[in-house]
Nanobody
Framework: QLQASGGGLVQAGASLRLACTTS????????MGWFRQAPGKEREFVAA????????NYADFVKGRFAISRDNAKNTVYLQMNGLQPEDTGVYYC???????????????WGQGTQVTVSS
């Protein structure tokens, strides 16, 4: 239902824009979120946006560097990532939820993930 893309291998300080395309029904869920998972670590919250676009939430470690946005005409949610650091390396997932939460368990539909690797 959700298709994430845009990952890649970049050097520290570079930028990437991830995209998550989905069906209209999923796109109009209460909220859309981005999570990431590094090898050997639990999946963690990165950013979320209400369907209305009126509210966003970011993990402390990405504030000021990442920005979540949506294009309603394309049923796509984006994650603009600037100033990438090696610790940002991981698989990035998009997900939809009928709730407003930072917990992965509160999200019911998930994309397959896209790999982001940041070299030092």
């Amino acid at each position: 239902q959700l298709q994430a893309s845009g990952g890649g291998l970049v050097q520290a300080g570079a930028s990437l824009r991830l995209a998550c395309t989905t069906s209209g029904r999923t796109f109009n869920s209460y909220s859309m979120g981005w999570f990431r998972q590094a090898p050997g670590k639990e999946r963690e919250f990165v950013a979320a946006m209400l369907t209305s676009g009126r509210l966003t939430n970011y993990a402390d470690f990405v504030k000021g560097r990442f920005a979540i946005s949506r294009d309603n005409a394309k049923n796509t949610v984006y994650l603009q990532m600037n100033g990438l650091q090696p610790e940002d390396t991981g698989v990035y997932y998009c997900a939809s939820s009928e709730l407003w939460s930072v917990r992965p368990t509160r999200y019911s539909a998930w994309g397959q993930g896209t790999q982001v690797t940041v070299s030092s």
